[in-house]
């Protein structure tokens, strides 16, 4: 029998690169995403698509519902779908703030939510959410996204606990820069946000900073899609996986080191 895997955010990126590898692995793999004109290729690999919008319900039911009719199982549940829109927090409308949330939480926790009772009943399942080191780190200008992934890894480690007598692993991903999406559009919303602000000049170093971490400084997307790869593979998964530009390193100096030198060290960074 065939595992089945639902991957949300497999329009491009780390979603898109891990879709390819599970199909390999023989799984059944399910792709989710709202433009799913962007998933064509993932099709033509054998991946079934599904349009769904992590912030609406009824998409996430009528996808989730598709996929059990079809499998009546559900194996790994990769919550990917995610995005960072940077600005300072005085300029950031609390709408824009909610989004996020709803997006990279919410969206998260509702899915995990329908497919629990199937996980429940075969005794077995892994949701591998797909957090950050910005869970774990702070900087300027990224005050909302910071606290959603921060959210993510709380969260996560309670769900874990929670599912552990129903035979269920709960792993996180914390990537590192990436080139993906991700880095365009949260220097696009710091410019459009700040860069205009009383906080501008320091916005934009920091968007000069964005840019060479999507270029030299920023990793593959499949460099997060093998962690996923292992995290779902392996037989007792470790509860974390850093991966990606500098993730372990990061997190050890963030351990070990006071705030205020960590400050220092971030602030060094954006010049």
Sequence with gaps: MNKVILITGASSGIGKETAKLFVKQGFAV?????????????????????????????????????????????????????????????????????????????????????????????????????????????????????????????????LRMELKQFG???VIIEPGA???????????????????SAYKELAMKHVELLKKMDGKMGGEPIVIAKAIEKAALARKPKTRYAAGAGAPLIIWVRKYVSDRLFDKIMMSQIR
Excluded at 50 to 55: E, F, G, K, W
Excluded at 181 to 194: G, P, Q
């Design 30 to 158: 399910y792709g989710a995403a709202r433009r799913i004109e962007r998933m064509e290729d993932l099709k033509a690999l054998g991946v079934y698509l599904l349009a769904m919008d992590v912030t609406d319900e009824a998409s996430m039911v009528a996808g989730i519902h598709e996929l059990l009719d079809k499998e009546n199982r559900i194996d790994v549940l990769v919550n990917n779908a995610g995005y960072g829109s940077f600005g300072a927090v005085e300029d950031v409308p609390l709408s824009e703030a909610r989004y996020q949330f709803e997006v990279n939480l919410f969206g998260m926790a509702r899915l995990t939510q329908l497919i629990l009772p199937t996980m429940r009943k075969q005794q077995s399942g892994r949701i591998i959410n797909v957090s950050s080191i910005a869970g774990k780190i702070g900087e300027p200008h990224g005050a909302w996204y910071h606290a959603t992934k921060f959210a993510v890894e709380g969260w996560s480690d309670s």
């Design 178 to 196: 990436i080139k993906t999406e991700w880095n365009t559009i949260a220097r696009e919303n710091l410019i459009k946000t700040s860069g205009n």
């Design 168 to 170: 269920i692993d709960v």
